[in-house]
C-alpha cells in the first residue's frame, strides 16, 4: 500500500501539470492547442485517481507497475523524495517555531 500512495501522489502531480499545459494551449497561441477532448480526458483522469483508494488504488498501482515498470519505480522514487523534503522542511520549521522543542 505506501507504494501504491507514493504512486497516486506522483501520478496526480504528473496529471496536474499535463492538465495544465493543455489549458495553457487554449489561451497561448505560441503553444500546441489540445486536441478534442484532451482537457475533459484528463481531468477525469486525475478525478478517478483522486478517489481512488484501498484495492482500488493497489489494483491500478499493480496495472502500471506490469505496464509500464520503469515508469512507476521512477515516480515512486521521486514521490519518495518529495515526502523527504516535505517532512524535512517541516522538522526545520518546527524547529524555528519553537527553538526549544525536541522533534
Not at 492538465?19 to 478517478?48: C, N, Y
Not at 481512488?52 to 502500471?64: H, I, Q, R
Not at 512507476?72 to 522543542?101: K, S
Amino acid at each position: 500500500m505506501p507504494k501504491a500512495r507514493l504512486w497516486q501522489r506522483a501520478a496526480l502531480a504528473l496529471g496536474d501539470e499535463v492538465l495544465d499545459s493543455l489549458k495553457a494551449g487554449l489561451t497561448d497561441s505560441k503553444l500546441p492547442h489540445p486536441e478534442i477532448d484532451e482537457v475533459a480526458f484528463w481531468t477525469s483522469q486525475i478525478a478517478s485517481w483522486r478517489r481512488m483508494a484501498d484495492a482500488e488504488l493497489v489494483d491500478e498501482y499493480l496495472w502500471w507497475a506490469g505496464h509500464q515498470p520503469r515508469l512507476t519505480a521512477g515516480m515512486i522514487y521521486a514521490a519518495n523524495l518529495r515526502e523527504m523534503a516535505e517532512h524535512h522542511a517541516l522538522r526545520q520549521y518546527l524547529r524555528t517555531v519553537e527553538p526549544g522543542a525536541a522533534i
